[in-house]
């Protein structure tokens, strides 16, 4: 039986409202708070204990060189993962399947992104790995960290941000930022930081039409 869970895709979040993500001009956010928590789009919480990969969001925007002109789309693919410590489910790492395609001259790149993180007592222990050439599914080829950048501004970047204990990834021109806050196995319930996974699209990209969704197949 396949179970479909919808996210809740926020426009203008209100002020005050937390937000796992900290990108001021994002226009749309889907979340996977631990419990793991889904939030729906009918306001309802959805418990998500699984220790499963699931995808997580699916989204096709336009892709946009750093001179603002539309030169292709992006179409990317978010998988989450979880993990158990002491009864307890948590998000504890991501995977990115994404294809840049250009009209002109007419191409398609493709990559595959996996972060995991345990994080005990403020201590993180993270690995990366990737796959040049092919999207989905995620296919490990020793690669630890991709590096992609065109004259256009075009790419992708991975980067850690020390003072919100927080793991990013970019998809350059797409629009497309994947954040993910590990879960303390030891603090747990006085982490500083609210533990989850983040997917945020970005204006003006998310103005092309898009679906995020959580699909578990049982």
Not at 176 to 190: A, W
């Amino acid at each position: 039986m396949m179970r479909w869970v919808w996210f809740l895709c926020l426009a203008s979040p209100q002020q005050g409202e937390l937000r796992l993500s900290d990108s001021s001009s994002a226009t749309q956010f889907c979340e996977i708070k631990n419990d793991p928590s889904l939030q729906t789009y009918s306001n309802e919480a959805d418990q998500f204990p699984f220790p499963c990969r699931y995808l997580a969001s699916h989204v096709r925007t336009d892709l946009i060189s750093m001179y603002g002109n539309t030169i292709g789309v992006c179409e990317a693919r978010v998988y989450a993962f979880n993990s158990k410590s002491k009864g307890k489910f948590y998000v504890s790492g991501f995977d990115v399947g994404i294809t840049f395609i250009t009209y002109n001259p007419p191409n398609a790149t493709r990559f595959s992104y996996r972060r995991f993180v345990t994080t005990a007592n403020h201590v993180n222990t993270a690995s990366r790995n990737g796959h040049i050439g092919q999207a989905v599914p995620f296919i490990h080829d020793g690669t630890q960290n991709i590096t992609f950048q065109t004259s256009d501004g075009i790419g992708l970047t991975s980067s850690y941000q020390n003072t919100n204990n927080r793991f990013v990834f970019k998809a350059l021109g797409c629009g497309i930022t994947v954040s993910l806050v590990p879960y303390d196995s030891v603090l747990r319930l006085i982490q500083p930081q609210i533990p989850g996974l983040t997917v945020a699209i970005e204006e003006p990209h998310s103005e092309l039409t898009f679906s995020e969704h959580l699909s578990l197949l049982f």
